[in-house]
């Protein structure tokens, strides 16, 4: 422990007239939001100082303030400011970069967290878990699947095999039959084995990756405590001890999914030699042994499906358990199996020649399949919890919104999303398989090319743009006029100024465009059922015709077949600009800091939640993040009795609410609650709400000293939060004036500057919240709380 930490062990152990004096000490304690922070900036003063943690996250002081709890009467005016900054969590090192390759798993990842709230539903939250975790497992065998498509069918098995496409590619010269000094690696079967070192590095990396983030975010044990008498964690599974704390389930995972891909590999390469030998007759030793291991490849995968299916998450205790024989048995036993199958597969077979593809077309169809049927099943549960959340609530339809009726898609956000997110892992093994057969073969149409599958599914992304241009110019008109009518409450808001038409179009269009937010369920649910639909389409397609769009078009109406032409060719060229932009994105991110800043960002939104449906998701930075708050929080309090005020800006907010979740009911209660520019209902309540809906957010509010809420109709991401009843009033602020000043003032002889979500503390009001908050904060606040809980508790049972 630093200083400030050897301060506070002092004062625990210290005498009762010095705990006394203490505990008139005022602590705030701010965590930043998006995008991250310094602590210089977040403390205002260049000389700040590291009081605990490490490179990665750490609390920090004013230099002058570090042992302010020595000297109490100093800072009677204010309460001593610390800032928790957590941004390297999220950008850090350019390995960083990498985690673009793992965005489709963060994606099916959000969807685990999206169900609605459910009531005496436990089958059907276990139900929804699984089918989750199945789609997770669907992204890696398709991501895998896409490696041993440009590895094992474009390069070693038609290119390879192809006198044209090697006499252009002379560095798989050693792998062709056609030349007169063909070598040992120029059977098929061992082509095929070297070629399998390429999705085996890639599922090596994806464990690697994730192991390495397990061992450093995962590991972070949240603080253990035994549960209270009226703790009650009904309202959300925040407050669990366990919550926080998912090693036990990413190692399980891990190990599951790591098999899974080298299984894939091992299917690839396997069932082509199995195929050969069962239709050639050659030896019956090699029929039978491909016959085993296929039996074998086929226990393998329902060993992982029972994996995956077997337990989820055990969030109502810390789980220190390890599964150290299932951790490191099922990848070791697959690897064994992979090995067998590539010295199998490279027995030499002289009569065995290479033609026409690998059966891909089979492979990734079944894949869309199943994405497709669990998608469907997803979404009849998601129904199904939404609908019994509703009667039992009884806020279905609510005339108020404050119940229920705010909840994203009305339940099917989390189907919604991992319909995207399946989508996106196609776009992406299209995008690298359609690229390397252009690379391999240019135009001239050597090979077969990709099976007939991808480039069925490139073709629908013509259509899903022309969508989503659809909406955008919906969009873009509703905005228009919602501009035109915030025009005149932008006049209403600064009475007796003299107008400016430039000035109030501005502050008027930057309301209307923040309410674009509360637009996002309907473009998430347009673009994923548009996009379930044309993956059916293009299913369908593929296997009625055989043939890719262009062809299986010909003979029909020219309007048919110049569609077809257009979509497949539009298709191809936005896919490989894509993967193009993907690759460029990646490499800046590798180099530039300022680039990884802002991948972090989008990490911060969508690395919020515990790997609970994907383990090669990118870490949940909050797993660190919350159990260092909750610790400073509780033995801070506990070492000098003293106030807290928790003050947390956009994603900080969230973190913050979590983090006062997992502290005891007992020192929940001598915590004040400040955040602002919130997305806690605004997009976590609609979004997630299990988690944040309005039961758990009203009882965060009833179980907390105080709260208050700051938001601006400018800014984009928070909002209210939209309590029920009277204990709105009682958080949310009225919105906060942006600009602070209309036109020149002797206050602001400046112009102001329109904020939106940034720099909340410039607004006066903020200093007066917190001097609020802070005085409602008595010294013996513990005493103070029966009194207001008794009110409180008379209040509600009068409702």
């Known amino acids: ?70 000297r109490p009467g100093e800072h009677r005016g204010g309460p001593v400011r610390e800032a928790y900054v957590w941004c390297n969590l999220t950008s850090g090192n350019g390995a960083r970069a990498l985690w673009l390759l793992l965005l489709p798993f963060m994606v099916v990842n959000l969807a685990h967290w999206m169900r609605p709230a459910s009531h005496g539903r436990g089958r059907a939250v276990r139900l929804y878990g699984l089918l989750v975790r199945l789609a997770g497992l669907t992204l890696t065998v398709l991501l895998v699947a896409a490696a041993c498509e440009v590895a094992l069918d474009l390069a070693a098995w038609q290119c390879a095999g192809t006198r044209a496409c090697v006499r252009n590619h002379s560095w798989l010269g050693f792998l062709s039959p056609t030349r007169p000094d063909a070598g040992w690696w120029s059977q098929p079967g061992r082509r095929l084995a070297l070629a399998a070192l390429v999705p085996t590095a890639l599922t090596t990396l994806l464990w690697y990756l994730s192991h390495r983030t397990w061992s450093a975010y995962e590991s972070q044990q949240p603080m253990s405590r035994a549960a209270e008498p009226d703790e009650d964690t009904d309202g959300t599974g925040l407050g669990r001890p366990g919550f926080w704390y998912g090693r036990r389930l990413v190692a399980r995972l891990r190990a599951a999914h790591t098999a899974a891909g080298l299984l894939t590999v091992a299917a690839a390469v396997g069932s082509s030699a199995a195929r050969y030998d069962r239709g050639s007759g050659g030896p019956a030793a090699l029929e039978a042994l491909g016959t085993l291991l296929n039996a074998t490849l086929v226990a393998g995968g329902a060993v992982v499906l029972w994996v995956v299916g077997r337990r989820g998450r055990s969030e109502n205790r810390i789980d220190h358990g390890r599964d150290r024989m299932l951790v490191r048995g099922l990848p070791l036993g697959s690897v064994a199996l992979l090995a067998l199958t ?309 994603q900080g907010s969230v973190l913050a609410a979590a983090a006062a979740w997992q502290l005891k009911p007992s020192e929940r209660r001598r915590i004040a609650l400040l955040t602002y520019g919130s997305p806690l209902e605004r997009l976590y309540g609609r979004w997630f709400p299990a988690h944040f809906g309005p039961a758990a957010l009203a009882a965060l509010h009833r179980e907390v000293a105080c709260w208050r809420n700051l938001y601006r109709p400018t800014d984009p991401i928070g909002g209210p939060v939209r309590l029920p009843g009277d204990c709105g009033p009682d958080v949310d602020h009225e919105p906060l004036k942006d600009p602070l000043a209309y036109g020149r003032t002797e206050r602001q002889p400046l112009p102001a500057p329109v904020l939106g979500h940034s720099d909340y503390q410039a607004d006066p009001a903020f200093a007066d919240e917190r001097e609020r908050l802070l005085a409602r904060l008595l010294p013996e606040v513990p005493d103070q709380r029966p009194r207001r809980e008794a009110h409180g508790r008379s209040g509600r049972s009068s409702e």
């Open 1 to 70: 422990m630093e200083r400030a930490a050897e301060q506070a062990a002092d004062r625990r152990s210290g005498s009762p007239g010095q705990r006394s004096e203490a505990a008139g000490a005022a602590l705030e304690l701010l965590v930043h939001g998006v995008g991250g922070a310094t602590p210089e900036d977040m403390l205002a003063d260049p000389r700040t100082v590291r009081i605990t943690g490490d490179a990665t996250a750490a609390v920090f002081r004013r230099a002058d303030d570090v042992d302010a709890e020595d």
């Open 342 to 650: 590539l010295v199998y597969a490279g027995w030499s077979r002289p009569r065995w020649h290479a033609t026409g593809r690998l059966p891909g077309d089979a492979t990734f169809g079944g894949l869309a399949l199943a994405q497709g049927l669990l998608v469907i099943a997803l979404g009849a549960v998601a129904g199904l919890l939404y609908r019994t959340n509703a009667r039992v609530t009884g806020a279905a339809g609510s005339a108020d919104g404050t119940v229920g009726s705010r909840t994203a898609m009305r339940g099917l956000a989390g189907p919604a999303v991992a319909m995207l997110a399946c989508a996106l892992g196609s776009v992406m093994s299209g995008g690298v398989s359609q690229r390397v057969a252009d690379w391999l073969d240019g135009t001239r149409h050597s090979i077969p090319g990709p099976p007939v599958l991808l480039t069925w599914q490139a073709s629908a992304i013509p259509p899903l743009l022309v969508v989503l241009l659809i909406l955008v110019g919906w969009l873009a008109r509703r905005t228009w006029h919602l501009r035109r009518r915030e025009m005149d409450a932008v006049d209403s808001d600064y009475p007796g100024e003299a107008k400016d038409i430039t000035r109030t179009r501005r502050v008027a269009s930057t309301r209307a465009m923040a309410s674009l937010t509360d637009r996002a369920p309907l473009m998430v649910g347009v673009l994923s059922s548009v996009t379930l639909l044309l993956g059916a389409a293009a299913l369908a397609g593929s296997f009625a015709t055989g043939d890719v769009p262009s062809e299986a078009a010909r003979g029909t109406y020219g309007v048919v077949r110049g569609a077809a032409e257009t979509a497949q060719a539009l298709g191809s060229w936005l896919i490989g600009l894509g993967f193009i932009l993907f690759v460029t994105w990646g490499r800046r991110a590798y180099k530039d800091p300022a680039a990884r800043r802002t991948i972090g960002i989008l990490w911060d939104v969508g690395t919020f939640w515990p790997r609970a449906a994907h383990p090669f998701a990118p870490p949940c930075y909050a797993e660190r993040a919350v159990p260092d708050l909750t610790w400073r929080m509780a033995t801070w309090t506990q070492a000098t009795g003293g106030r807290l005020v928790l003050s947390g800006h956009s």
